[in-house]
């Protein structure tokens, strides 16, 4: 054999022994890494930098300074953060559950006396259902109106829910567009949430309180899914009509802030970035501007009611989206 040939063996037999050895004492993700190339290099890369980041947030936490470290999330998947927001005087944006461009000015002249005068036995049923649950509200939060109001909008925020998520399904078998009407009541129920989100600021529920929140709505959710099934035209009517409810509870919040019964305390920050309130906005400007959204989605739910009821549908008629 000549030394060219045995110095070939030799280099085989090399290959092989440290192939096993590096086999042998890889770890599982590093021997995957090996056979899979540069993708699972990338994905290795990826895991390595999240570890890194949860590394950094836990240390970040322990700290003692009070201070709140912003830590750049790294993803394999080139979901970049976006930039830091500000505000129109330059200073920076702090809410991630709402931006700047979704705020807006509540149009508080708008007429709280209208009245949609129910027809139909499905109506009727609707408005004294919702004008008998008055009472035992009264009975259970008495003058508490900042609970009171966290109660009435975990109920008000479903039914923008139930009809938007409706309407889509019905857009998807059908393959049609809604005019817009998805989105709208979508809004309504985002706009309810900020509401919650607001007197969380407020009031604090009690623990019997949130129990009550999750029975109620339950209850309400499924009741309401069932019934706009069945008759749309009278679930938009009777969510209309529950709008009286909380604007009669919120003009009773403002009488009491009137009279000195509860105090008119500064308005809290979300609410003030949120409706674009003055800085030195006090509870009793939050009531007024959430009475007013509560009538507007009086209108708009009244609106599209009037649309079943004169025999047309809703994707036909433009949906008034950002009506509020």
């Keep these: 054999m000549s030394s ?25 993700a590093a021997r995957t890494a090996l056979a899979g190339g540069e993708g699972a290099w990338a994905r290795m ?9 949860k590394d950094e947030a836990a240390k970040a936490a322990a700290t003692g300074d009070g201070e709140k470290k912003e830590v750049a999330v790294n993803s394999y998947w080139g979901i970049e953060q976006s930039k ?31 009245h949609h005068v129910p027809n139909t036995m499905l109506d009727k049923i609707a408005y004294y259902t919702v004008k008998s649950l008055r009472f035992p509200t009264d009975i259970f939060f008495q003058r508490r109106y900042g609970c009171r109001a966290m109660m009435l909008e975990t109920v008000a925020a479903v039914p923008g829910m139930v009809g938007g998520m409706l309407l889509h399904l019905r857009s998807l078998r059908r393959f049609e ?5 998805i989105r709208a009541l ?46 749309p ?20 919040f403002l ?28 509870l009793k400007d939050v009531v007024t501007v959430v009475r007013a959204d509560e009538a507007h989605h009086r209108d ?12 047309m549908e809703l994707k036909a008629t433009p949906a008034p989206i950002g009506y509020h």
């Design 4 to 28: 060219r040939m045995a110095g070939s063996v030799l280099l085989r037999h090399a290959g092989a022994g440290a192939g096993r050895l590096f086999a042998t004492t890889a770890s599982p």
């Design 45 to 53: 890369m990826s895991t390595s930098a999240a570890s890194h980041a």
């Design 84 to 114: 830091k927001l500000v505000r129109e005087d330059g200073t920076e944006w702090k809410w991630s559950c709402f931006r700047p461009w979704e705020t807006y000015t509540a149009d508080t002249s708008i007429d709280l006396t209208k």
């Design 177 to 181: 567009q809604s005019g817009g009407w």
């Design 186 to 231: 979508l809004e309504e129920a985002e706009n309810e949430r900020m509401h919650l989100m607001t007197f969380m600021e407020v009031a604090q529920p009690r623990w019997y309180e949130r129990a009550l929140v999750i029975t109620v709505q339950g209850v309400f959710f499924n009741a309401y899914f069932f019934g706009y099934l069945i008759s």
């Design 233 to 252: 035209s009278s679930r938009t009517a009777s969510s209309g009509t529950s709008r009286r409810r909380p604007s009669h509870s919120y003009t009773e």
């Design 255 to 282: 009488k009491d802030l009137d009279d000195g019964k509860i105090d008119n305390v500064p308005a809290p920050a979300i609410a003030i970035d949120y409706w674009r309130l003055p800085a030195n906005a006090t």
């Design 300 to 311: 708009v739910n009244h609106f599209a009611s009037d649309v079943y009821y004169q025999g």
